[in-house]
């Protein structure tokens, strides 16, 4: 489907050969029960330039960096972060990045995202919604969330397989459902645990579409008659809900944006693709869904695919603006 490049992607992931090789020796060689697939520069370019993506915001996703060696990971996130900025060094319109963090280690996080944002200059941060047996938002992660929030900060949220459903016997892979859900626990539990009332210069992006979250927003919404969560989220939920982005990666269809469109208008939402964990005809559906949707006129259209990315990320200014003019 070649077109004039002018998308922005911001759920597109990076699989370098040293994290997978680090991966594996801990016994990791898949994501969500997805094996790993091939990955290079020039197959996402590619890909970008059949699919009309102008820029892709990289980030690692599950199973993260750490495995229980925290001074494995503090040595991988480095080098993965080093690695997506010589990625963008290479292609400086192409490609930008979401630092990892080597999370649960708040310290060493700390300094990461000292060095990955002030010193390589990458574009934002990419978190895991659970790691371990805490969820974002859990008070022991404090101290990274008043630092990214003191850098205003993009955080990239993308779901993993919680600890608590890893045991459970079901006939598909994780990412198919436990996924959705682990999101909108997260995301959830940065509401109630007061992180978004004290956090407000946050800009978080929650992976496909929020996961269940349009669908339950009003029900979470009902935390407001418990005192003790009412306490920690004074504005009600639905007030946080609206300051989330969210991807349209795996959800850009009727049945998820029917929802995700009553709860956020599209400065809100911004353009993901998956890629490589999403096979191409998908990806390719994915950019067909968004044309024919009928809920966005061309205006809504050009800020999903790329005018909202290019406010949260003001040094891709120049990105789409062939389409804005056209």
Not at 63 to 75: I, L, M, N, Q
Not at 97 to 107: C, I, Q, Y
Not at 224 to 251: E, H, N, S, V
């Amino acid at each position: 489907m070649p077109t004039t490049p002018h998308r922005i992607d911001v759920h597109h992931h990076i699989l370098p050969e040293h994290w997978v090789k680090a991966t594996g020796r801990f016994g990791h060689v898949e994501a969500g029960g997805i094996a790993y697939p091939e990955w290079s520069p020039e197959r996402a370019l590619a890909m970008m330039d059949r699919h009309g993506i102008a820029t892709a915001i990289t980030s690692i996703a599950a199973p993260g960096v750490h495995f229980g060696d925290s001074a494995a990971a503090r040595a991988l996130a480095r080098a993965c972060n080093e690695t997506s900025a010589r990625l963008i060094d290479d292609h400086p319109q192409r490609f930008g990045g979401f630092a990892v963090l080597p999370m649960p280690d708040v310290d060493a996080s700390l300094a990461e995202i000292d060095y990955a944002l002030g010193t390589l200059g990458l574009d934002g941060v990419v978190l895991l919604a659970s790691i371990g047996e805490r969820y974002l938002g859990d008070p022991a992660f404090d101290a990274v969330f008043d630092e990214l929030n003191r850098r205003k900060a993009v955080v990239f949220v993308h779901p993993t397989v919680p600890v608590t459903s890893q045991a459970l016997k079901l006939s598909m892979p994780g990412a198919l459902i436990e996924f959705v859900f682990d999101t909108t626990r997260a995301a959830t539990n940065l509401i109630y645990s007061g992180t978004m009332e004290r956090c407000p210069n946050l800009s978080i992006i929650l992976s496909h579409a929020g996961g269940t979250i349009p669908f339950v927003a009003w029900r979470l919404a009902q935390g407001a008659i418990i005192p003790a969560l009412r306490d920690k989220a004074p504005q009600g939920a639905i007030a946080y809900l609206k300051r989330f982005y969210y991807d349209t990666a795996m959800a850009a269809t009727p049945y998820a944006l029917n929802s995700l469109m009553e709860l956020v208008d599209s400065s809100h939402v911004v353009f993901g693709s998956d890629f490589p964990y999403l096979p191409e005809p998908q990806i390719e559906a994915s950019v067909v869904g968004l044309q024919s949707y009928a809920g966005f006129d061309a205006a809504k259209r050009r800020a999903v695919e790329c005018e909202s990315a290019r406010v949260l990320f003001p040094r891709l200014q120049p990105v789409g603006a062939a389409l804005a003019a056209s």
